[in-house]
Structures are given as structure tokens and as C-alpha cells.
Nanobody
Framework: QLQACGGGLVQAGGSLRLSCVAS????????IGWFRQAPGKDREFVGA????????FYGDSVKGRFTISRDNSRKTVYLQMNSLKPEDTAVYYC????????????????WGQGTLVTVSS
């Protein structure tokens, strides 16, 4: 089971940190990815981190602004979002996959509930 939290309302240029907490064995040997979906748009890959935490990669729209980190002792993955823009407004989801590296949502087998991020201009 995955649970995402930390969303909220922030002004453009501000920052937020989302957390994704995993329970049970789900955190072990799974990469964790973040996706987002804005109203009327397709789900978009944001970024992912491998189980070891050594491999991280990001979607083009967030590169240089968002950072993923992982604390295996807490079974938590963080998404630090800086320099937020109104177009970052979306529901953000975390998900788990056994794939080492994937940006494809259909390779993620476990999904948490979303957390809403709203960026005002």
C-alpha cells in the first residue's frame, strides 16, 4: 500500500514537498515513481527513483526543479518541488514497480491515492 501526502496550495515560484509512504514489503525491491494528472489531461510521468536510490530520472517538464529522494529506513520517498508554476497544478500520485527504470505508467503495479497540488499565479 502506498500513501501520498503533502499537497496543497502554493504561489508560483514557491516550493512543496510531497511524501509517499509505503507499507509492508512493497517498498523492498521496488522503484517508486511519481506521476501527475491535470484536469482534462493525460497522466504524466514526473520522476522515479530506483530501490537503491542510486538511479533517479525525471520528466522533461520538471527537470532542474523537482528532486526525488528516498529514505528506505522510513519507507518513504519524497518529491521536492521548487520553482513551482501554475502548469504544475495537478493531482500527484506515487506508484511502485519492479522495473529498475520506467516512465511508463502501465509498468507500475501499485498506486497510492493522489494528493492535489495547486499553484496559483
Amino acid at each position: 500500500q502506498l500513501q501520498a501526502c503533502g499537497g496543497g496550495l502554493v504561489q508560483a515560484g514557491g516550493s512543496l514537498r510531497l511524501s509517499c509512504v509505503a507499507s509492508g514489503a512493497l517498498f523492498s525491491e521496488h522503484s517508486i515513481g511519481w506521476f501527475r494528472q491535470a484536469p482534462g489531461k493525460d497522466r504524466e510521468f514526473v520522476g522515479a527513483v530506483s530501490w537503491s536510490g542510486t538511479m533517479k530520472f525525471y520528466g522533461d517538464s520538471v527537470k532542474g526543479r523537482f528532486t526525488i529522494s528516498r529514505d528506505n529506513s522510513r519507507k518513504t520517498v519524497y518529491l521536492q518541488m521548487n520553482s513551482l508554476k501554475p502548469e504544475d497544478t495537478a493531482v500527484y500520485y506515487c506508484a511502485a514497480t519492479r522495473a529498475i527504470r520506467s516512465s511508463e505508467s502501465n509498468r507500475y503495479n501499485y498506486w497510492g491515492q493522489g494528493t492535489l497540488v495547486t499553484v496559483s499565479s
